[in-house]
């Protein structure tokens, strides 16, 4: 009697494990490449970078909520006798909304307002960061070697007051890479070599 107890109770326990539904862990946001190159402009940082909305954060923007994220980069000249220098501290915001009545998504950034065609093109612009400038270009020393990190976060400090605390007491709303850091070596400049002497013009009336 007792083992046939225990055989259906083991019984019903696997129905229940194979009807539960399978919870997929959410992959971990991450930078995936940096990279910083010079341009008449200044420093521009470039980036890709990989991360996904969980089911909370995107019902809450579909439903009118802005995201806003906020992605920062420190460069900084190693010193062995002393802390180091801090060279570059830049931060990117964006905010992605969406307009219920017009059926439209909207990305801002750096004073911009750019229309899409869906939530992903909206994050397709905060995955894929290009042309960032960070520094002007005489920001680094020729030939020196420079140590930076870089890290996107999303920004609740953007949100109004009573959003915050929600916000900060749950966990749905955490979505941030770990710091990544990355080198850049600043080339030696080559001396402009002299333009050749011109031959002193010879004239004289015939």
Sequence with gaps: MQRTVVARLLLMLTLLLLAAPIVRAQSPATVQSIEVTLHDDGWRLDANIDFELNPQLREAVERGLPLHFSAEADITRPRWWWFDKDVVKAERLWSISYNALLRQWRVSTGGLALPVSSLDDALALV??????????????????????????????????????????????????????????????????????????ATGGQQ
């Excluded at 894929?128 to 680094?140: L, N, R, S």
């Excluded at 996107?152 to 900060?168: F, G, K, N, T």
């Excluded at 955490?174 to 002497?197: H, N, Q």
Aim: glycine fraction near 6%; proline fraction near 15%.
């Design 127 to 200: 995955r894929h960061i290009g042309g960032w400038v960070i520094a002007p270009p005489d920001a680094f020393q020729p030939g020196e070697h420079y140590e930076g990190r870089m890290r996107l976060r999303l920004d609740v400090s953007q949100l109004s007051r009573p959003l915050q605390v929600d916000a900060l007491n749950s966990s749905d709303w955490v979505l941030a890479t770990p710091w990544t850091r990355f080198t850049l070596d600043v080339p030696m400049i080559e001396p402009t070599p002299p333009a050749p002497a011109q031959p002193a």
